[in-house]
């Protein structure tokens, strides 16, 4: 709960009895009555309109969600009283409940004029700088407290924590240092071993790696965290090229925990990587184990690597380790290397299978769950390289012998989900699923596999059965911020053009990153009176980042492109389409129209009825928690509506304001300039445009989405007649850096004459040339549909995009045979991919999932994914 300064909100006539009352009742949270004592001081004519009486009044109401009825009377008591710094200080503390730091701190900064010492409102604005990265501020007011309160460790501190975040590391340290000559050590004494731990940190990030290995060494006994040490201590023993020295530490280290990578990692620096002494190195520990025998197979190559490739495995797959791929799917990337893993993992199948040995020259035989472990492995191994059908019959020969074991299903899925058939792979995930209904992980993947497959209810069936009991599953997740959940639903919701109920679930994880934001200021006070300061660095440092997480950056895109496609196509008034439709319809057509009508209007209202009745059992159980929660800051937020986000006034306008963080964190991403390249395309902003393409220029010149977006800009540019002469100017001298002297079609054949081998750049190239010749359509299709084997770049994804691209027109009109004759080619090379399946290949599928873990009849097919 905020603090005010209560002592000096009513004056020294007022009664003290009731002043006493009111300032306990504050303090123990209980408003109502405050608020019955505020009435009582009020009631007295000569306090009526007194300004700090109405500022307490209007603060309490807000702690009890009265925001309308706060704001008024703060305001109200401000008027009345402009120079008090009470008034100012209520009006900063409601503005900071509603999130407006910024208006807050100006507030603060309005009361410190009438009262400059105020300790309080110092530190009420000390908090709302770091919040809001004001270092340079915040480092001003953390001098006027230290010069208030030096006796005060926060003071110092706070101080130095402020030089720190300015990178005045020097300072920092300085400070740090006479703070610490000040304090009395106790014989174990946590917070002193933790202010000398900063302060070690501190003298490393200023690059004074001897101090700071003098620093380390001198304060080593008083320091408690003993594992930090050494690791503090080896990473400056590598910094000042003390080798052995630092092979000792990591050495040291690695006996103490011998799973920790980051060890081998340290001792792989330390010996220069030298293999044959890594390799004794290791061998002087005791022996080879697991990750030993890993950190050599990244260092040796030939006949070591297959030698020691040959004893990890072996131990491996004897004592049926399941993670022995995953282990060793870095190493996939040297071409050798992965055909000596193949090499051997297929030799040993062929031994186990005829003489239960690795080899026929062993002695010992090997246990019937070694050939399954193995046969497990080159199933995750086939279907690595792309070879899925031969991946399916590994897998299937290990479910045979083994139909009980939960990884083998997993796997198989796995292998679908590769190939292209999500459904497939959500029905034998499910299969997993039911093997053991109390493993939280298989119950996981099974709901990401259902929702990927579309199937939004069924996995929302399956997440239900590890939510809270009496409450909407949805509701829960959200609560519990499970973003991978609602990342996925959102990529379902879109796939099946609900995209209000996608841009539902993008807001919701948007406001998730606020949550997070808003939930470091509590720590700012903490963690200065409990001396955590590495841990309170490291999280500010990460909250500076926090929209560079995986999680966000697939909500913002897909927001951004679900925002582009209503721009284009912005959603109409479902009555004015019926209506249309129901004019050019004949008798029968319309008979059955209606009928169909009735029967969505009859299962939507089933639905809503559904919806409610739940909702009504949530606030139900919600009732009592609410009623004992009286003094809740602030009130409800502002409900998410599907249909009134994806019937927005202004897409584009929506869509910057995912892109912004994206373009401040996530600007290594080729991805986020050309979305903004995109956004800026349909605003007609050519500056931002060029600015867009510029960045995607420097980080891969000839990627094919990039390749489209200069075509489209060169032509925009080259179309456009009204731009200012200024814009003129600049644009002209960058395209012919870009382009040269050419036109976009010349451009266009350029790119495709240097990339005529790369489908996917064959693809972009065609898709111009339609755009840029919408009579090149016959070319354009031939072109992106070329059978030639000796092309690279084929996958499903890029052929998926080709059909689409055929469907919808992008390669020309009338294309229905070419699609037809290139699913049907591409159904050849990937035959178990759902987007090149036969027509009706959906309606005839005979079963589907439930999220029972048991099969149904298929009333969810046309629910699938588009691929």
Known sequence: MFCVDVNCLFPLRASNVLYNILKTCYEHKQYRNGLKFCKQILSNPKFAEHGETLAMKGLTLNCLGKKEDAYELVRRGLRNDLKSHVCWHVYGLLQRSDKKYDEAIKCYRNALKWDKDNLQILRDLSLLQIQMRDLEGYR????????????????????????????????????????????????????YSELLLYQNQVLREAGLFKEALEHLTTYEKQICDKLAVEETRGELLLQLDRSEEATEVYRQLQERNPENWAYYQGLEKALKPDTSTLKRGLRNTGGWGVEELHSLLVFFSGEKFRECLDCYLRMNFSKGCPPVFTTLKSLYHDKEKLSIIEELVVGYETCLKSCRKFNQNDGKEEPPTTLLWVQYFLAQHFDHVGQQTLALDYINTAIESTPTLIELFLIKAKIYKHAGNIKEAARWMDEAQALDTA???????????????????????????????????????????????????????????????????????????????????????????????RSYVDLLKLEDVLRMHPFYYKAARTAIQIYLGLHDNPLTDDNKEHQADAENLNDKELKKLR???????????????????????????????????????????????????AKVENPLEEAVKFLTPLKNLVKNKIETHLLAFEIYFRKEKYLLMLQSVKRAFSMEPSHPWLHQCLVRFFKGVSDSKDLPEAVRTVLKQEISRLFGESNPQNFNKNYLSQHSNSIPHRVAAAKMMFYLDPSSDKMASELATAPDESLTGRSITICTDVLEALREGNLGDGQQKAAEAYRAACNKLYPHTLAFMPPGYEDNATSTISANGDLSAGEHDDMANDM
């Open 439 to 533: 493993d939280r992980f298989i119950n996981s993947k099974c709901a990401k596999y259902m929702l990927k497959a579309g199937l939004v209810k069924e996995a929302e069936e399956m997440c239900s059965k590890f939510t809270r009991e009496g409450a909407s599953a949805v509701e829960n997740l959200n609560e519990m911020q499970c973003m991978w959940y609602q990342t996925e639903c959102a990529l379902a919701y879109k796939s099946m053009n609900k995209f209000g109920d996608a841009l539902k679930k993008c807001h919701e994880i948007e406001r998730h990153f606020v949550e997070i934001t808003d939930d470091q200021f509590d720590f700012h006070t903490y963690c200065m009176r409990k001396m955590t300061l």
């Open 595 to 645: 009928n169909k009508q009735r029967r969505a209007q009859k299962k939507a209202q089933l639905e809503e009825e559904k919806k409610n009745a739940e909702k009504e059992k949530q606030l139900k159980n919600q009732k009592k928690k609410k009623e004992d929660d009286d003094e809740e800051i602030g009130g409800p937020k502002e409900e998410l509506i599907p249909d009134k986000l």
């Open 140 to 191: 001003e007011t953390r001098y006027q407290l230290l010069q208030l309160r030096p006796a005060q460790r926060a003071s110092w501190i706070g101080y130095a924590v402020a030089y720190h975040l300015l990178e005045d590391f020097e300072m920092a340290a300085k400070i740090v240092e006479e703070f610490r000559k000040t304090q009395q050590v106790n014989k174990v004494d946590y917070e």
